[in-house]
């Protein structure tokens, strides 16, 4: 059974440039989060997809934002970058089964802003 | 509003000791908990989880922790520490139908 595939593994660019970062779940699984991490601020909700809904959100502006497909693929999209936004992205899939739920991480991707 | 403290940013144990990573959690709810660890440039792996069976939880590679409500706390224990176990280790607590929220995570250290 495949894991959480996240693309790209690393990316870097400019400030005031977007970027668009890929998850693919564990089959099966229709829940989907993204979490930044950073040496600072620790790992940080950003927000949650089921059933290409978004269900929950994170205090991140509105420079962050995601969307789901059909197959579960989620997307997290982030526009004039700043700085401040290198961090680990990491997306984790569930199968939101009520408190048997527990999350798998993709390895993340490492964006870097110049 | 659910939160995570772990009590210490950095532990350091010699290979072969015990090891205690320290977890207290604070939830409105029954919560699940778990705990994660991140090996460098790695994603987070789970270790074991806490969801409101059995308070003495087993994980993997040898690690359990044990869900003390009273003290709300769910720290992490392994009786003989080896190389391959350092690197950061995360407590989670997640309720149904809101997010994961992590700890501010522990850095474990194994020295020979």
């Known amino acids: 059974k495949a894991g959480v595939t996240q693309t790209p593994r690393y990316l870097i660019k400019t400030r005031g440039q977007q970027v668009t970062l890929s998850c693919s779940p564990i089959?099966?699984?229709?829940?989907v989060s993204w979490y930044q991490q950073t040496p600072g601020q620790g790992l940080q909700f950003l927000f949650e997809?089921?059933?290409?809904?978004?269900?929950n959100k994170g205090n991140f502006p509105g420079r962050f934002s995601g969307r789901q497909f059909s197959n579960s693929r989620s997307e997290m999209n982030v526009s004039t970058l700043e700085l401040g936004d290198s961090a680990l992205y990491l997306c984790?899939?569930?199968?939101?089964?009520?408190?048997?739920?527990?999350?798998?991480f993709g390895q993340g991707t490492r964006l870097t802003v110049v | 509003a659910q939160s995570v403290t772990q009590l210490d940013s950095h532990v350091s144990v010699s290979e072969g000791t015990p090891v205690l990573l320290r977890c207290n959690y604070s939830?409105?709810?029954?919560?699940?908990l778990f705990w994660y660890v991140q090996h460098p440039n790695k994603g987070l792996q789970l270790l074991l989880k806490?969801?409101?069976?059995?308070?003495l939880v087993k994980g993997i590679n040898g690690f359990e922790a044990e869900f003390k409500k009273s003290e709300t706390s769910f720290h992490l224990t392994k009786p003989s520490a080896h190389m391959s176990d350092a690197a950061e280790y995360f407590c989670?607590?997640?309720?149904?139908?809101?997010?994961?929220?992590f700890g501010p995570g522990t850095r474990l250290s194994v020295l020979p």
């Open positions: 984790a899939s569930s199968l939101d089964t009520g408190t048997n739920t527990e999350a798998f």
């Open positions: 997809y089921f059933s290409e809904t978004q269900r």
């Open positions: 989670v607590v997640f309720v149904y139908g809101q997010n994961f929220v």
């Open positions: 939830s409105s709810y029954s919560p699940s």
């Open positions: 089959s099966g699984h229709r829940s």
């Open positions: 806490y969801t409101s069976a059995a308070t």
